[in-house]
Structures are given as structure tokens and as C-alpha cells.
């Protein structure tokens, strides 16, 4: 077989369009299906470090209680851990930390 009767090698990476990746395209498309449920101003972000965990800062105190009882059952079941905290230099928010198994 000749150099060319292979057939080339061609990755993800090379396949996407310049300035997209698919791991960008999976948070997206996770953080979409969590905001669907929250309300509009809700800041969405993420943090990995070994495990990748979603961060929602929420304003109301009634739509953390909410998502903590609906978040395990979306997407499959890809959210757990979820734990509440605090929102640095942000008095009226609170911060729902949630696992990211996917």
C-alpha cells in the first residue's frame, strides 16, 4: 500500500471550526440545560481540578432549595455533591456547588 492509498487521519480538533472545541460546546450546552430552570439573573461558571464541578450563584434563597431538588434529576442524573456556600463580595447571592459526573 502506497503512501497514497491511505486514507488521512482526521481529528476532533481539526474537524471544528477555528475558535471551537467540543469541550467549550459541552459546558455550553450543560450550563443551557441547568439555566433553563434558573432564574435569569443566575451567574453559571465552572472550576476543574480533577473533577469538574458547576458553581450558580442565585439570588433567591427559595430557587437554591428548588434547584437542590430538581438539579440530581436532570440530564440523566449527571448532577450530585451539590452543596450551598457563599458569593464572595456578593451579600444577596448564594452559591450552589454542584458535581459535574459526566
Known sequence: MSASDQTP???A???EPAGERPVS???DRIADAVR???PKDTQIGFEYDGRLRMHL???GLEEVAR???L???LEGGMFS???RGLVDNRPFFHRLIVAVDR
Open 9 to 11: 487521519i482526521v481529528t
Open 67 to 69: 434547584l437542590e431538588i
Open 71 to 73: 438539579l440530581p434529576g
Open 36 to 38: 433553563a430552570l434558573c
Open 13 to 15: 480538533a481539526a474537524a
Open 57 to 59: 450563584d442565585i439570588r
Open 25 to 27: 460546546r459541552e459546558l
Open 81 to 83: 455533591n451539590i452543596q
